[in-house]
């Protein structure tokens, strides 16, 4: 079907935001051919077969933010301009709006990714994006997987001292059923840390195990379903939590951010345990 097709190339992983204020208009995209991006789904303007939108490279040490432009009739894109972004400030930039070369989309590139997103939104119905119930909507459904999650039941002898983030990728229908859920979490892969990347999936899936649908999407939605991406951030670190926001676009993606942050309650309860997990290690890891 159509939706595995796009869904494949919809590949969610997690990394790392250099820019914060990026954090909650930007979607993480990946190729076929191993190359991956960021899209602003804020970004997304459609006129007729003309597509606008910006997509974000990030390197080392800066983010390459490109303003594109791609014809959905005969599958061409542009790079309309080009800055360059260090430590959240622009560092360069390039115009070629009056030079403009248009080339064409191959399959299983990142601009073939981008452009099965596009696909996907150019039909769709914006003039319902904007109605107070899709607010309504989100904040409910944000607040139901918000409560959904515990993860600090997930942490074991080995875990990452960092953010944890994951991303969820739902594909809900008008009748609220869940066409497609996946999960994808790189945010560290070392050996040492496979039970707990394996346990924090499973406390994220615990929520949608549990729930067989969710809520219809609002009365006034003529379309047949909708994009939504659950970024999950555990922050193990002392470091501030994003906002939990979430934002809806006008080609009906919405993208939510979940987080919690370590408990020191938890932390004093596993104090309490030591000793206990001290006897383990003699017994069974030496």
């Known amino acids: 079907m159509k939706i595995k097709y796009f869904l494949l190339i919809l590949f969610i992983f997690s990394f790392n935001l250099i820019n914060t204020a990026f954090a909650e208009n930007w979607i993480p995209v990946k190729s076929d051919n191993g190359k991956v991006a960021e ?31 791609t014809n959905y009739k005969n599958k061409t894109t542009a790079i309309v301009s080009m800055e360059i972004r260090q430590n959240g400030k622009q560092v360069g930039f390039e115009d070629y709006s009056n030079k403009l070369k248009y080339v064409a989309i191959k399959n299983g590139t990142l601009n073939d990714a981008v452009y099965q997103i596009l696909e996907y939104s150019k039909d769709f119905d914006n003039t319902c994006a904007k109605s107070p119930e899709w607010d309504k909507y989100f904040k409910k459904l944000q607040s139901k997987i918000q409560r959904g999650w515990h993860p ?4 074991g002898r080995h875990y990452p001292k960092e953010h944890v983030t994951a991303y969820v990728t739902l594909v809900i229908d008008k009748d609220g059923n869940i066409l497609y859920r996946g999960y994808e979490n790189n945010t560290n892969t070392a050996n040492k840390y496979q039970n707990f990347n394996a346990n924090f999936e499973q406390e994220i899936n615990k929520f949608y195990e549990k729930v067989n649908k969710l809520d219809p999407l609002p009365s006034n939605f003529n379309g047949n379903k909708i ?8 922050t193990i670190a002392k470091d501030p939590l994003y906002p939990q926001k979430f934002r809806w676009s006008e080609v009906g993606i919405s993208y939510m951010i979940c987080n919690k942050k370590y408990s020191g309650l938890y932390a004093i309860m596993r104090l309490l345990f030591l000793p206990v997990e001290f006897v383990y290690i003699i017994l069974f890891d030496w």
């Open 39 to 69: 899209l602003d789904i804020q970004s997304i303007k459609v006129d007729g077969n003309i597509v606008k939108y910006n997509i974000k490279q990030a390197t080392l040490d800066k983010d390459m933010v490109y303003r594109m432009i």
């Open 152 to 155: 600090n039941t997930v942490l």
């Open 227 to 234: 994009i939504v991406i659950v970024k999950y951030e555990y």
